[in-house]
């Protein structure tokens, strides 16, 4: 039975190889997502900040042999023109592929969801790349739609 609790210190290293993977993952669908040579330290430093921190939620999957197999990455955030004013933002979601389909997923949603409410979140969005289309299905089935759109341009 896969268990989703947040995430504590003995997770870190576990944590900080999913978001470095799913940052390689990222890479495919952009180029201006190419992983910079120090994606490892950034992400170790990155996630460090999220372990123990109020308005800031950092979920795992645990396997029954207790292996890392999902990091969710995700905080609230003051929407500062907008009501409702608190926002929970997913950052990164991120299940080992051999574990996909089976529902865990949905878990880890459930309780970010759950969680990110009692940190005072009444709207909840999801930042991943666009041409991620297994992401979007995936947020579709729960619900999310778009609502902004972030436009870039090399210089």
């Known amino acids: 039975?896969?268990?989703?609790?947040?995430a504590e210190e003995k997770d870190l290293e576990n944590v900080v190889e999913l978001v470095v993977r799913l940052k390689r993952l990222n890479s495919e669908f952009d180029p201006l997502l190419k992983v910079r040579d120090d994606v490892y330290v950034q992400v170790k430093n990155w996630i460090s900040g999220y372990l123990n921190n109020k308005g800031?939620?950092?979920?795992?999957a645990e396997s029954d042999d207790g292996r890392v197999i999902g990091a969710l990455v995700s905080e609230v955030r003051e929407r500062l023109f907008?009501?409702?004013r608190m926002e929970g933002v997913i950052?990164?979601?991120y299940i080992m592929p051999e574990f996909r389909r089976r529902g865990i997923g949905k878990m880890m949603m459930d309780e970010a969801i759950?969680?990110?409410?009692?940190?005072?979140a009444h709207v909840i969005s999801a930042e991943f790349p666009a041409q991620n289309q297994i992401s979007v299905a995936f947020y579709r089935k729960y619900?999310?739609?778009?609502?902004?759109n972030v436009y870039v341009k090399e210089t």
């Open 91 to 93: 950052m990164d979601f």
């Open 56 to 60: 800031k939620l950092l979920l795992v």
């Open 1 to 6: 039975m896969v268990k989703v609790r947040k």
């Open 82 to 84: 907008y009501e409702p």
């Open 114 to 120: 759950r969680m990110l409410r009692e940190m005072g």
């Open 143 to 148: 619900g999310f739609r778009p609502m902004t």
